[in-house]
């Protein structure tokens, strides 16, 4: 999965020849699965349409202030809104005049007033012919804008319009989304960090039809997996039996079915990895012995003799070296003063407590109320929110962990 994936991107066209590669861009964007929103200058759509641009991005294109076929009417393309709409912008191709002004904060256009309110990280991709490329004054924009945090997606030597051969050449599409994608994945905060991340039930086999399970789907580990993976993170996402799914090619699926399963599949990889979260409802007790064929419905009553499973959080606690560990309680009672205890007895960094008294937590939900509690005790209750966005929050305390 491409880090684009899920980006809003404005994307930037100024009036030169190489705008018509925006339209193998735009295509190149959505199908890394980044939303696209297209800004042109009025010149550039005497090289490339914004019906075509439109087709291809799935939105409108935006080149004034209003739309004029409703000037009467007050209707404007807001410079603001688009601006905090973007995760990135790019400007390409970005010209020699278009550079000047972006340098200069010469605002006459409507791309260059989302420009200068844009908060999100802006790339621009010069194209113009060689000696303007090479000329003091567009070397000096280049300086500027690198100066002001832009960052300038290097043109290409090739065959120019005016039929010289050099550098300035606005770099091909392909290459593009390679520098973005390259830049991106760079600067992820878990980038070189290793996850384990445990998810789902266990189930413990009474007899080859039935088991020992819980209600876990599996859902918030997954979450926690995908954010993970999205940050820069290598996880290993050990997990019971589930009907969720993840496509992310950072993410390594273990299924596993019982404790011991899981166990085994952990301690295979805890001792390598930077980071341990153990999501997973992983039952306490299995049947002592297993039955070889299906136990008939022969008495009234019938008895199972359990014993401990291998406790997978323990274990981690006991074997930890640097690796910040992370603990799930789920509870019905004195849920702080279990979540301390169970702190202190498996040796963890940071306890996510969920608790069955609050409405929209627990298990089978696509939404959660956490509070965090920490080794030094210190309380942190959350609002109720989706289990993505949860995820979202635990890998912040990951992420602080690192670099706080």
Same mark, same amino acid.
């Given at each position: 999965?491409?880090?684009?994936?899920?980006?809003?991107?404005?994307?930037?066209?100024?009036?030169?020849?190489?705008?018509?590669?925006?339209?193998?861009?735009?295509?190149?964007?959505?199908?890394?699965?980044?939303?696209?929103?297209?800004?042109?200058?009025?010149?550039?759509?005497?090289?490339?349409?914004?019906?075509?641009?439109?087709?291809?991005?799935?939105?409108?294109?935006?080149?004034?202030?209003?739309?004029?076929?409703?000037?009467?009417?007050?209707?404007?393309?807001?410079?603001?809104?688009?601006?905090?709409?973007?995760?990135?912008?790019? =400007? *390409?191709?970005?010209? #020699?005049?278009?550079? $000047? &002004?972006?340098?200069?904060?010469?605002?006459?256009? @409507?791309?260059? %007033?989302?420009?200068?309110?844009?908060?999100?990280?802006?790339?621009?991709?010069?194209?113009?012919?060689?000696?303007?490329?090479?000329?003091?004054?567009?070397?000096?924009?280049?300086?500027?804008?690198?100066?002001?945090?832009?960052?300038?997606?290097?043109?290409?030597?090739?065959?120019?319009?005016?039929?010289?051969?050099?550098?300035?050449?606005?770099?091909?599409?392909?290459?593009? =989304? *390679?520098?973005?994608? #390259?830049?991106?994945? $760079? &600067?992820?905060?878990?980038?070189?960090?290793?996850? @384990?991340?445990? %998810?789902?039930?266990?189930?413990?086999?009474?007899?080859?039809?039935?088991?020992?399970?819980?209600?876990?789907?599996?859902?918030?580990?997954?979450?926690?997996?995908?954010?993970?993976?999205?940050?820069?993170?290598?996880?290993?996402?050990?997990?019971?039996?589930?009907?969720?799914?993840?496509?992310?090619?950072?993410?390594?699926?273990?299924?596993?079915?019982?404790?011991?399963?899981?166990?085994?599949?952990?301690?295979?990889?805890?001792?390598?990895?930077?980071?341990?979260?153990?999501?997973?409802?992983?039952?306490?007790?299995?049947?002592?012995?297993?039955?070889?064929?299906?136990?008939?419905?022969?008495?009234?009553?019938?008895?199972?003799?359990?014993?401990?499973?291998?406790?997978?959080?323990?274990?981690?606690?006991?074997?930890?070296?640097?690796?910040?560990?992370?603990?799930?309680?789920?509870?019905?009672?004195?849920?702080?003063?279990?979540?301390?205890?169970?702190?202190?007895?498996?040796?963890?960094?940071?306890?996510?407590?969920?608790?069955?008294?609050?409405?929209?937590?627990?298990?089978?939900?696509?939404?959660?109320?956490?509070?965090?509690?920490?080794?030094?005790?210190?309380?942190?209750?959350?609002?109720?929110?989706?289990?993505?966005?949860?995820?979202?929050?635990?890998?912040?305390?990951?992420?602080?962990?690192?670099?706080?």
């Amino acid at each position: 999965m491409s880090v684009l994936n899920g980006k809003k991107i404005l994307l930037g066209i100024s009036g030169g020849i190489a705008a018509y590669k925006t339209a193998s861009l735009v295509r190149l964007f959505i199908k890394a699965g980044a939303h696209v929103q297209v800004i042109m200058t009025p010149a550039s759509k005497d090289f490339i349409t914004p019906l075509t641009l439109s087709t291809l991005s799935k939105n409108p294109v935006h080149s004034t202030f209003y739309n004029q076929e409703e000037e009467n009417n007050g209707t404007w393309n807001n410079h603001v809104e688009l601006a905090l709409w973007a995760d990135l912008m790019l =400007i *390409a191709p970005a010209t #020699a005049n278009t550079l $000047s &002004k972006m340098a200069n904060g010469t605002c006459d256009n @409507l791309l260059m %007033a989302v420009y200068l309110s844009a908060k999100c990280p802006v790339y621009f991709a010069p194209a113009m012919d060689l000696d303007m490329y090479k000329h003091p004054t567009t070397i000096a924009n280049f300086s500027a804008l690198t100066q002001f945090g832009n960052t300038m997606i290097p043109a290409e030597n090739g065959e120019l319009a005016s039929g010289l051969s050099g550098e300035g050449r606005m770099a091909e599409p392909e290459n593009i =989304i *390679a520098f973005l994608e #390259a830049d991106l994945e $760079s &600067k992820l905060p878990l980038k070189g960090k290793k996850i @384990l991340i445990t %998810a789902g039930p266990t189930y413990e086999a009474i007899d080859p039809v039935r088991f020992i399970g819980n209600h876990s789907s599996g859902k918030m580990g997954f979450d926690i997996a995908l954010s993970a993976a999205n940050l820069g993170a290598s996880v290993i996402l050990v997990s019971g039996p589930t009907n969720c799914k993840i496509h992310n090619s950072l993410v390594q699926v273990i299924p596993v079915v019982s404790a011991q399963e899981m166990y085994d599949a952990c301690h295979e990889h805890y001792a390598d990895v930077d980071v341990a979260i153990a999501a997973a409802a992983v039952a306490d007790y299995k049947p002592k012995n297993v039955a070889a064929q299906k136990i008939k419905k022969a008495a009234d009553e019938f008895t199972i003799e359990l014993e401990r499973t291998k406790d997978i959080l323990a274990s981690f606690g006991a074997n930890k070296k640097n690796q910040f560990l992370i603990g799930f309680a789920l509870e019905t009672e004195n849920e702080i003063e279990n979540a301390k205890l169970k702190i202190q007895k498996k040796n963890l960094d940071l306890i996510v407590l969920n608790s069955l008294q609050d409405k929209g937590a627990g298990f089978g939900k696509d939404t959660n109320k956490i509070t965090f509690i920490d080794k030094s005790f210190h309380i942190e209750p959350m609002e109720l929110k989706s289990k993505e966005a949860v995820a979202d929050d635990i890998l912040n305390k990951v992420i602080a962990f690192f670099y706080e």
